[in-house]
């Protein structure tokens, strides 16, 4: 079990005179606001600088996922083979810019910021973090050119108290897995391999029964190459279908022993069973543990925190809760019919990628989509009217203000 620490231990750590700090589990952002508050000496309670420093960690934390990797606009950035990492210039007063290291590949603009900006969040106006509770509605972003790949001006981050508690992340054993990859070929693919995949796995079911053995724990199947990742949104493929698919099986069970005759009984389907089997990727699959995350919330008053400095222990503390509220997440008021009456009305169908840049994660069981306009009149266009397959929510943008 692992507590996700906040930036205060790393700030004074840095105080202590640190030149390197070796922390646990940890939130992202705070590798970035713990160095703002020591060298800023902000305080528990300037609440809007630690969003904003918050803010700062938050763009930069997944590396070039803000200098234009995994970009709506992908076709846009140059040079992947050697994109540039993001780099932070802060001020005291909150404010930061955002560049890329010269002479590298990516892009630094609105889109490649905001979409990082939205990654995760969940709801824009209370980011739940150890340190902070931030409201990112109204945060600007102003682009310019003038350094290598373009700079962008970031301000406008508000902050809350923080909630008086941790969040814990528990790992447990949950049994074991293995996966098979196998290319099929040939006309009707799509049949072969479902019926390959159905064999596979009713052959092995029988050698369980027979040595007592449970059933699988769960199974996932795909035919890649087939849509059916689209569900009901896929297109219809040309008679006969592809001549091309990956057959995708994935197997759980609690006990290591049955899948290794699953194992085993992966490649006797290359001569007994369809014609286009190709090969197995990767030979035999391997058979792994899986471990899946519990979360809950922890009281931060029940918590220690120790400081060692060249092997020797320097302080103790816990984290001051006096400045701390019981605030929880919660969701924008639904719009209004009246924010909709400027909008075009009708039969209009348009791909999201024209309207809006999108930026996909997850938190826990939980994967969003955070959407931002491409131009502001675009910005009221009901949630209702957008089409998401496979995400449980999907949220409007809620950033407001944009200056290039």
Request: net charge neutral.
């Amino acid at each position: 079990m692992n507590v996700y620490l906040g930036a205060t231990p790393i700030s004074k750590a840095l105080d202590q005179g640190a030149d390197i700090v070796v922390i646990g589990r940890c939130v992202d952002s705070s590798l970035v606001l713990g160095p703002l508050i020591h060298s800023f000496a902000w305080t528990r309670d300037e609440f809007s600088l630690l969003a904003a420093g918050s803010l700062a960690g938050h763009l930069i934390e997944c590396g070039p996922q803000c200098t234009g990797g995994i970009f709506t606009d992908w076709h846009t950035v140059p040079k992947w083979h050697n994109i540039g990492f993001p780099i932070i210039e802060a001020s005291s007063d909150g404010t930061f810019i955002v560049f890329k290291a010269p002479n590298t590949g990516g892009l630094v603009t609105f889109g490649t910021v905001a979409e990082q900006l939205v990654y995760e969040i969940d709801n824009p106006k209370e980011y739940l973090l150890p340190d902070v509770t931030c409201d990112f509605s109204q945060v600007s972003l102003t682009e310019s050119a003038g350094i290598d790949g373009g700079v962008v001006k970031v301000q406008g981050a508000k902050g809350l108290p923080p909630s008086p508690f941790y969040k814990v992340n528990a790992t447990y054993l949950d049994g074991f897995r293995a996966t098979a990859c196998c290319p099929m070929g040939g006309p009707r693919a799509i049949e072969k391999g479902k019926r390959m995949a159905e064999s596979i796995l009713e052959r092995t079911r029988i050698m369980f029964h027979q040595w007592g053995y449970k059933d699988y724990s769960a199974v996932n199947l795909q035919i890649l190459g087939s849509e059916e990742t689209y569900g009901p949104h896929a297109k219809q493929n040309i008679e006969g279908g592809p001549r091309e698919v990956v057959i995708w099986l994935a197997v759980f069970h609690k006990q290591k022993e049955a899948l290794e005759i699953f194992s085993r009984e992966i490649a006797p389907a290359g001569t007994g069973m369809a014609p286009g089997v190709t090969a197995i990727i990767g030979g035999r699959p391997k058979i792994s543990p899986v471990l899946k995350p519990f979360f809950f919330f922890y009281p931060k008053k029940y918590i220690k925190i120790n400081i060692f400095m060249n092997g020797q222990h320097v302080e103790t503390f816990q984290e001051d809760i006096s400045f701390t509220s019981d605030l929880t997440a919660s969701h924008d008021e639904p719009q209004s019919q009246e924010d909709f009456k400027d909008l075009p009305s009708g039969p209009h169908v348009y791909r999201l990628e024209d309207l809006a840049y999108t930026r996909s994660g997850d938190k826990g069981n939980t994967a969003n989509i955070g959407v931002i306009a491409r131009h502001p009149p675009l910005l009221p266009i009901p949630q209702e009217n957008i089409n998401c397959f496979g995400c449980r929510k999907l949220f409007p943008a809620s950033f407001r203000k944009r200056t290039t």
